[in-house]
């Protein structure tokens, strides 16, 4: 049978005959304490004299009439619901170190606490306290920490077995694992514990583990150690819940891995995506395609339609790769609208990467609305295989890259494979364009005037200054081949300044010279977009003392129509210095007449593929001069050739010629001769030759 204290059977006996109180003379002379604590109320319902002594009560009444509950600590609280679910399924008796405060006053005692059923039949709590005044504080502090520390404090044979658990422990243990291994989520990480405990009698790890509220993470610090009522071996464990840093530091994880906007996987998370991808086809005997996607036309969603609509493109573009996406795949966002599909090339489907690719064509084939405007966005493909065409990611990345701008250049909306020959020319324009840095840092860009002539007298009333590249070993780059680099590269606006500076600087010269010219010079987009660019025209003009009248800057017509406030601004100030504003090329788009008026353009020059096709398609021409005459504009036709041209186009009202018929654009010693003496003619041959060399002279 257990063993039942003195105080429990004369409180049992007392319980069955409640009016006798048999025994209570002998409760009162005990020396230890003994009192009966109603746990739901949080008051004493009776205790013998010593209980009045320590909880320093005047009577019985007195002490059953305190409200211990309400200046309970939530600690205190949760410690004692725990005993009374343990006294009601386990018939569980506890001794603690407790430290009571009657009127304030700390009284430290070690009580025996077990199970009393009240009459009503709710569980109380039977209390046999023995004063421990002369025990030293830091074992009654000890004692108090550990009832009311948040930190999970369990005592624990080597097996596993619970001796002990403190306030914080019993409330988060989930009583269904008993054993400290069955706590464990992943039963190696007990297994790595205990492998630290025996090597070097500690241990340290965070583990998820089942606790009353579910699966956590806890922070665990392990200690051998004796239980100082067995003497065994055992160990103990303190716990701190670290869930929140854990799911603090997996969404900083997975932030760091993904793009914000789309959800896919970004660039920093490719190298490791990549080596998981090509393990597993190194397990199967399998190759990786590398999916290098770039969608057509997405800068002019962005600046047509807005950067809200881009980024609504891009979330639908990610969506759709998502589907055509299996589990074996991996699909990644760069940067910008470039995106990475990681196609794992399983043997049972040979033709996979043909469905996949014709997949990506097809899905991102989309058609982006607005009130005003329709875009159609198609992507562009180049692909490289693993191990084919290199075993790293960015080798593959590389070689993608290239086989995509060969679709590009192929027309767009295709689909490239990378060979060696791609390989070649992108180190030709790799080498290209460090020489073009070069070139411009030490003043190989010069610009070259070709003649424009009235077509009344035929004498030359401007140059049209077009920007050459004068190559140290290469002789002179055609603009057919350096121009579209320094676009891609992003250095066409200084090729743009340096020109603009030479030839408005050329002009005065010439001033001085006695020859008065109007001065004409090429835009670009990048520099309409550039901030402040209307000033720098303005502090050209200003240096080189040139009357804002004497230049002139070319648009082609497709600029002309861009609708960016920063290009409108900048045009706006420009017209205002006085500037002439011409547009070229005119003829091979869509302008809006209205917005030409609105701007009041000096000057349209037919753009030469319909001049040189007269007299073919002398209605389209005629219709075209008809439309310039109606804006009351300077009308120059380009491309003119021979004189029969020439002829229609004066007799048809065309003001200015310019073309090979009057030279070709030449270096400024030459164009400066050719001014002078508008008879001389200099050889197309020796023009391309670099040799400028007149006849007749």
Not at 570 to 596: C, E, K, M, P, Q
Not at 661 to 678: D, F, I, M, T, V
Request: proline share 4%; with cysteine.
């Amino acid at each position: 049978m257990p063993k039942v204290s003195v105080a429990k059977r004369v409180a049992l006996q007392a319980e069955a005959e409640p009016a006798v109180w048999h025994g209570r003379d002998l409760l009162d002379r005990l020396a230890t304490a003994v009192w009966i604590f109603d746990i739901d109320e949080g008051r004493v319902v009776w205790g013998n004299e010593m209980a009045l002594d320590i909880w320093a009560a005047v009577d019985l009444e007195e002490l059953r009439a305190r409200r211990m509950k309400d200046n309970m600590s939530p600690a205190v609280s949760r410690r004692l619901l725990q005993y009374q679910i343990d006294f009601i399924e386990k018939d569980a008796v506890f001794t603690e170190m407790w430290t009571l405060y009657p009127r304030g006053v700390p009284r430290p005692l070690q009580v025996r606490f077990s199970g009393f059923r009240l009459p009503d039949g709710r569980m109380a709590m039977l209390c046999e306290g023995r004063d421990e005044m002369s025990l030293v504080p830091e074992a009654i502090r000890s004692a108090d920490v550990l009832l009311h520390t948040h930190l999970m404090i369990s005592l624990h044979t080597i097996e596993g077995r619970t001796l002990y658990c403190n306030p914080a422990a019993r409330a988060d243990f989930d009583i269904r694992y008993g054993s400290l291994s069955d706590r464990f989520v992943d039963p190696h990480d007990f297994t790595s514990l205990l492998h630290q405990l025996e090597s070097v009698g500690e241990a340290r790890l965070i583990a998820e583990v089942y606790t009353a509220q579910g699966k956590r993470w806890h922070e665990l610090i392990a200690r051998s150690c004796f239980d100082p009522v067995s003497g065994s071996p055992s160990l103990i464990l303190s716990e701190s819940d670290v869930t929140e840093l854990k799911e603090a530091e997996a969404l900083a994880k997975k932030l760091a891995h993904h793009d914000p906007l789309t959800g896919l996987y970004n660039r920093l998370s490719l190298p490791l995506r990549f080596e998981e991808l090509a393990a597993r086809a190194q397990r199967m005997g399998s190759r990786i395609s590398l999916l290098f996607i770039d969608l057509d036309q997405f800068k002019a969603v962005n600046d047509t339609l807005g950067h809200l609509q881009g980024d609504n493109l891009l979330r639908d573009v990610a969506g759709r790769l998502r589907e055509i996406c299996s589990e074996d795949d991996v699909v990644v966002r760069l940067a910008g609208d470039e995106f990475l599909f990681l196609l794992l090339q399983r043997q049972d489907v040979a033709c996979r990467l043909k469905s996949v690719s014709d997949s990506v064509l097809e899905r991102l084939s989309i058609t982006v609305e607005s009130d005003r405007h329709q875009l159609m966005v198609t992507p562009s493909i180049g692909i490289a295989h693993y191990p084919d065409h290199g075993t790293d990611i960015q080798a593959l990345m590389r070689r993608a890259d290239l086989a995509m701008y060969q679709a590009k250049a192929a027309g767009r909306n295709q689909v490239f494979v990378y060979n060696e020959t791609l390989s070649r020319a992108r180190e030709e324009e790799l080498e290209l364009l460090s020489g073009l840095r070069d070139g411009l840092r030490y003043g190989q860009i010069i610009p070259f005037y070709q003649p424009r002539v009235s077509a009344e007298d035929g004498s030359i009333i401007g140059m049209e200054a077009l920007a050459r590249w004068k190559h140290p070993k290469l002789g002179m780059v055609p603009p057919s081949t350096f121009i579209p680099l320094a676009e891609k590269a992003g250095l066409i606006n200084q090729i743009g300044t340096i020109v603009l500076e030479q030839a408005v600087e050329q002009r005065e010269q010439w001033m001085r010279n006695g020859i008065d010219l109007t001065i004409s010079v090429n835009l670009s987009l990048r520099q309409l977009c550039e901030t402040g660019f209307s000033d720098v025209v303005e502090a050209c003009l200003n240096r080189h003392s040139c009357p804002p009248e004497r230049l002139e800057l070319e648009l082609t017509e497709t600029l002309f129509s861009e609708s960016d406030p920063l290009v409108q601004e900048n045009l706006n100030r420009i017209r205002a210095l006085g500037v002439r504003i011409a547009i070229d090329d005119f003829g091979t788009g869509y302008s809006n007449i209205a917005r030409l008026n609105e701007l009041a353009v000096d000057c349209i020059k037919i753009d030469r593929s319909l001049v040189s096709q007269l007299p073919k398609n002398e209605e389209m021409v005629r219709l075209v001069i008809s439309m310039c005459k109606l804006m009351q504009v300077t009308i120059v036709a380009e491309g003119i050739e021979n004189e029969t041209v020439a002829e229609w186009a004066r007799s048809h009202g065309v003001q200015e010629l310019q073309g090979y018929l009057y030279g070709a654009p030449l270096p400024a010693a030459c164009a400066e001769k050719l001014a002078r003496n508008s008879n001389l003619q200099f050889s197309k041959i020796d023009v391309d030759n670099n040799r400028f060399v007149a006849a007749g002279i």
